[in-house]
């Protein structure tokens, strides 16, 4: 009897101790559907239901495990309890398929809100494809984080910096997508460069001459015939004699509107000779002529630092600017207050051209550059001047890499941290390209 009564007295002490156990693992809320469904024609349907989710975190932070549920659906009348999935984790959601005969009939979505009373299909339906939770929590991933793409998008062409939507694309010296240089209405090259229309870049097509009979005498003794204009460019001639070409330098030679056979080509009496080429127009004698381009034009900022600052810019994109080529700089700054003096500079490509420093009482700063570009360098001369500011001259050369995209840097200070402001006015870039003139 002893015994049986520690026993029992052992039994009620575990039973006691276990109930914090239950209490800790006991299953999540539940929402009950409760709902009678019908067919199309009136009748009860009768079927299957199969209920699929991914695993999720509910509201009271239990975990549910991925898996489908089989609810059968007799006379119309379904029942089922949920876990709510509108406070679970982003994400949860229940996707239901109806099957009746064997026939996957359709598919809903179901989103499960908390509630004591029975829910009908109604209260849980949402459209296909929505997802209903707490907002997903998003994570900053940084390129570095994802394997490869470090390299995949270092191999992909990138914008240059004068790549602008609307613009002409063409692929840079530095292997960037970049937009054309040139105005509205120039044309764009297979190098990439542009200029006005037109032959040898010109803004006016300039005239032709096809199949012209050169004026002289055709027997066998004359050297020297005259043709109606001075071919431009002379390597625009196509001389030829009984249908053959000839070549300048073997055959003949030119010199203005004057062609001068060797004499091992001299025509023959009987020989047919005629010639095709590109000459200057007579009413409009620029029409071959490559126009200036204006590269950049506008107004730029102002300041009251003490430390140099890039009041403007102008950036001449990779590869436009060749040998023979020249740029033509104009700027001008104003100084408003007379608490100090002021300094500008115009960098070319971390170049030094200009650098003034005036006094407090000087209200203005302009000045012209011009450079030249030759194979491998350039060589600039520049002028300055103010109101106060004494006329000055001065000149140089620089190493810029043309091949590069190249900017030009309009820079200011103030002598000391005062109210007054320098102020970039306007500036002005021109291009001038080679231009060869027979």
Request: one cysteine or more.
């Amino acid at each position: 009897m002893f015994s049986l009564r520690r026993a029992a007295a052992a039994i009620r002490v575990a039973a006691v101790a276990s109930i914090p156990l239950v209490t800790a693992w006991g299953q999540p809320a539940l929402t009950t559907i409760q709902d009678i469904l019908y067919r199309a024609d009136g009748t009860r349907f009768n079927g299957t239901l199969y209920i699929n989710y991914e695993a999720f975190q509910a509201g009271d932070a239990s975990n549910i495990a991925t898996a489908n549920l089989t609810v059968p659906i007799v006379n119309g009348v379904l029942n089922v309890q949920l876990v709510p999935t509108t406070t679970a984790s982003a994400g949860a959601q229940y996707n239901v398929t109806f099957n009746s005969n064997g026939i996957n009939q359709f598919t809903q979505i179901w989103a499960v809100p908390p509630s004591a009373v029975p829910l009908t299909v109604r209260s849980v339906l949402v459209s296909q494809g929505s997802v209903v939770g707490p907002p997903p929590v998003t994570t900053q991933i940084n390129i570095s984080d994802v394997n490869g793409l470090q390299n995949q998008l270092a191999i992909r062409p990138q914008a240059g910096v004068s790549f602008t939507p609307g613009r002409a694309a063409v692929i840079d010296s530095s292997g960037q997508i970049d937009g054309a240089a040139g105005n509205l209405t120039d044309c764009v090259r297979v190098d990439g460069s542009s200029g006005p229309c037109g032959a040898g870049g010109s803004g006016v097509f300039p005239s032709f001459s096809d199949e012209e009979t050169p004026a002289g005498a055709v027997n066998g003794a004359n050297t020297i015939f005259t043709l109606a204009f001075a071919p431009s460019p002379a390597a625009s001639l196509l001389l030829y004699v009984n249908g053959l070409l000839m070549k300048q330098g073997i055959d003949y030679t030119i010199n203005g509107n004057t062609v001068t056979f060797l004499a091992s080509s001299i025509p023959q009496s009987g020989d047919v000779m005629t010639a095709s080429y590109r000459y200057a127009n007579p009413s409009n004698p620029l029409g071959t002529l490559t126009a200036a381009q204006v590269v950049c034009s506008s107004a730029g900022s102002g300041t009251s630092a003490a430390s140099l600052v890039q009041l403007g810019s102008c950036t001449i994109p990779a590869g436009l600017l060749g040998a023979g080529d020249r740029i033509e700089v104009e700027y001008r700054y104003s100084h408003t207050g007379t608490s100090a003096g002021f300094t500008g500079a115009i960098l070319w490509a971390g170049t030094n051209l200009v650098s003034r420093t005036a006094g407090a009482a000087e209200t203005a700063f302009a000045g012209r550059i011009m450079i030249g570009i030759n194979a491998g360098a350039q060589s600039w001369d520049a002028e300055s001047w103010g109101n106060n500011l004494s006329f000055t001259a001065s000149s140089g050369n620089a190493s810029a890499a043309i091949g590069q995209n190249l900017t030009i840097s309009f820079q200011a200070d103030l002598a000391a941290a005062t109210t007054d402001t320098i102020s970039l006015t306007n500036f002005t870039v021109i291009r001038y390209p080679a231009q060869s003139n027979p």
